[in-house]
């Protein structure tokens, strides 16, 4: 099994940024493809942001690209997800998910096997 626990979330004005970082424990995730998704109130939870077991593919979503990236440090079991120039819209539980099929980056939430509980993002206008 696999534990993740999301950190780093917060209040922030918009134009603002925050980091937020994913521990994995109970078994290495350095062969997993590991992703990030949000669910604002009222919504569907949705995809943000991927990268494969290596590190060296990406995915974002459209309404984050140029501002949001995404990176990982398999050597510390963990994922990060800087968030730049945020935007009320943005405002959302962000929960980091981890797929452990060897496959090209999926965006669906039900392609992710493992879950973390949320850290929740507030961005004020």
């Known amino acids: 099994q696999v534990q993740l626990v999301e950190s780093g979330g917060g209040l922030v004005q918009a134009g603002g940024s925050l980091r937020l970082s994913c521990a994995a424990s109970?078994?290495?995730?350095?062969?997993?493809?590991m992703g990030w998704f949000r669910q604002a109130p009222g919504k569907e939870r949705e995809f943000v942001a991927a990268?494969?077991?290596?590190?060296?593919?990406?995915y974002y979503a459209d309404s984050v690209k140029g501002r949001l990236t995404i990176s990982r440090d398999n050597a510390k079991n963990t994922v990060s997800l800087q968030m730049n120039s945020l935007k009320p819209e943005d405002t959302a539980v962000y929960y980091c998910?981890?797929?452990?099929?060897?496959?090209?980056?999926?965006?669906?939430?039900?392609?992710?096997?493992?879950w973390g509980q949320g850290t929740q993002v507030t961005v004020t206008s």
């Open positions: 109970g078994r290495t995730v350095g062969n997993y493809a």
């Open positions: 998910a981890a797929d452990p099929i060897r496959r090209p980056i999926m965006r669906a939430p039900e392609d992710y096997e493992y």
């Open positions: 990268v494969n077991w290596s590190g060296l593919s990406t």
